[in-house]
């Protein structure tokens, strides 16, 4: 048998620029994502899709994804395809400037997505991301992994800071 290598990507029939790197809509979503703004029902979805993809970008280390259009919706703009992840896992222990910045705009999170983040370990991250079995060789350095870890306290760091500043229920408000 001969082996192949390539990748697999989720299909998108329809998919929009989601326009969240213009300055008007930057703003808005950024004011959707701070504890201490108001926020509509129309607004929660949206944000919720927002602050998952900033925080999933910071552990990762994802430093390109305001770049240019590599961050989709479907044909109404209802869900969030979290594009263009190539430039991730770099060891930064606070992460690339890029997605620091992004993440420091955040003070609402899913509470799930915490919870998961908490439960991050070297072993658990390891089991998920395998290695190349022939020859074998881990798909993540063990800097790369330590970098993770150390994005992943930084983020707990900073929800537990704004949790004393806001309170829990303001912070962890998203499911």
Not at 85 to 104: K, Q, R, V, Y
Not at 121 to 131: K, L, P, T, Y
Not at 146 to 157: E, P, Q
Request: hydrophobic share 45%; with cysteine; aromatic share 8%.
């Amino acid at each position: 048998m001969q082996r192949l290598a390539g990748e697999a990507a989720y299909w998108i029939p329809v998919g929009r620029d989601a326009d969240l790197e213009e300055l008007e809509n930057k703003a808005r979503w950024s004011r959707w994502l701070r504890a201490d703004a108001p926020l509509l029902p129309s607004e929660r979805g949206h944000a919720t899709q927002i602050s998952a993809m900033l925080v999933f970008d910071f552990l990762v280390n994802n430093a390109d994804r305001f770049s240019g259009a590599n961050t989709l919706g479907d044909d109404r703009l209802d869900r969030l395809f979290f594009m263009d992840n190539t430039m991730s896992f770099g060891p930064e222990p606070t992460g690339h400037a890029n997605s620091l910045l992004a993440l420091l705009r955040v003070e609402r999170f899913s509470r799930r997505l915490v919870a998961a983040a908490t439960a991050f370990s070297e072993d658990r991250i390891r089991g998920a991301v395998g290695e190349e079995p022939d020859p074998p060789f881990p798909l993540l350095l063990d800097e790369e992994i330590s970098g993770v870890l150390a994005r992943r306290d930084f983020l707990m760091g900073r929800i537990a800071d704004l949790v004393v500043a806001h309170g829990a229920d303001r912070v962890l408000c998203f499911e």
